[in-house]
């Protein structure tokens, strides 16, 4: 209970914090405060299209729609210690100088600061499968719907985004090794869902590309990446789980 208070008290201080920039006494001429903001903004869209393809690709960089990473502890504390430089860096921002549109933009990347730092320190990804079943079903789908691309590129892209699901997968199954019990009915409607977006949906997404050997790579490692999920699934449903924090 006080570790779960803990953890809140952190993570809305740091939203108080973020959402206070306005309040720093910092003196700049407003293209030097345009400067640093932008300077700001690219040093993290650097980072996530470096580590985090997942999250690159939610932001609009569909040239990372081929990319699929797996979360580990060193990559946690490694995301965590970038994200409290970042908050450091938004903090430092002479907001009060920047246009109305650039305001929004600092707003914009303050709040995915804020929603990743606090699910690492809620440590959701140690304790939850959600994040995971998350992370691989839009993984997949966000590139196999990409608008403005051609049918062979996306399936290009979610081919390769599929053959990562099992190594994503597996590191999971690493980090959960003492998940918090779950509802086990939204659980399973959870990976129910993917089962139908990726045997279901997903085929008919590439009906424009008449590559046939490539369909046939897709067949395979979408057949792969299911039964991985289906293993992850059963894995997590016979670990004993800790009661959740009231």
């Known amino acids: 209970m006080r570790r779960a208070r803990g953890l809140a008290f952190a993570v809305s201080g740091l939203v108080a914090v973020l959402t206070c920039v306005a309040a720093t006494a910092a003196t700049a001429s407003p293209d030097g405060a345009l400067d ?9 869209e650097a980072h996530v299209r470096a580590d985090r393809p997942d999250l690159a690709s939610r932001i609009g960089f569909d040239r990372c729609d081929d990319r699929l990473l797996p979360v580990t502890p060193s990559s946690l504390a490694r995301d965590r210690a970038f994200l409290d430089t970042m908050a450091e ?34 440590e959701a990804w140690r304790r939850s499968s959600s994040p995971y079943l998350e992370m691989v079903r839009d993984a997949v789908m966000m590139a196999a719907k990409r608008p403005r691309v051609s049918p062979c590129e996306r399936e290009r892209r979610v081919l390769r985004r599929l053959r990562a699901v099992p190594e994503v997968l597996r590191a999971a199954e690493v980090n959960l090794a003492s998940p918090i019990a779950a509802d086990p009915d939204s659980e399973a409607a959870g990976w129910a869902a993917l089962e139908s977006d990726w045997r279901g949906t997903l085929p008919g997404l590439f009906a424009g590309c008449h590559d046939a050997d490539r369909y046939a790579d897709l067949v395979q490692a979408d057949s792969l990446a299911l039964a991985s999920a289906r293993r992850f699934a059963s894995v997590l449903r016979l670990r004993p789980h800790e009661a959740p924090s009231r």
Do not use: N
């Open 89 to 122: 860096s938004i903090l430092v921002l002479q907001r009060t100088a920047l246009s109305a549109a650039a305001r929004v933009e600092v707003d914009r990347l303050a709040g995915r600061v804020i929603d990743e730092t606090g699910a690492i320190r809620s």
């Open 36 to 44: 640093r903001a932008r300077a700001v903004t690219a040093r993290y």
